[in-house]
């Protein structure tokens, strides 16, 4: 069972062809009675990350 703020593996796609490859995500909302999640990108590249999407997250420790 998943849990908010859980790493998971997900088949991200490529921006140049129908190719996917396992990435890290976390897990930011989930919805057990929609089948919804909700999940950030994690990436080591900072400073390729310069999308309005993209966003810093500072957590807590639970």
């Given amino acids: 069972m998943l849990a908010r703020f859980d790493i998971v593996l997900v088949a991200f796609p ?3 062809g ?3 490859k396992p990435r890290p995500a976390m897990v930011i909302c989930l919805s057990e009675r929609h089948q919804d999640l909700l999940l950030a ?3 080591s590249k900072v400073a390729e ?3 309005c ?3 810093f ?3 807590r420790a639970r």
């Fill in 14 to 16: 490529f921006t140049d």
């Fill in 49 to 51: 990350a310069s999308s």
């Fill in 41 to 43: 990108f994690i990436s």
């Fill in 57 to 59: 997250l500072i957590l």
């Fill in 18 to 20: 129908p190719n996917v």
């Fill in 53 to 55: 999407a993209s966003c």
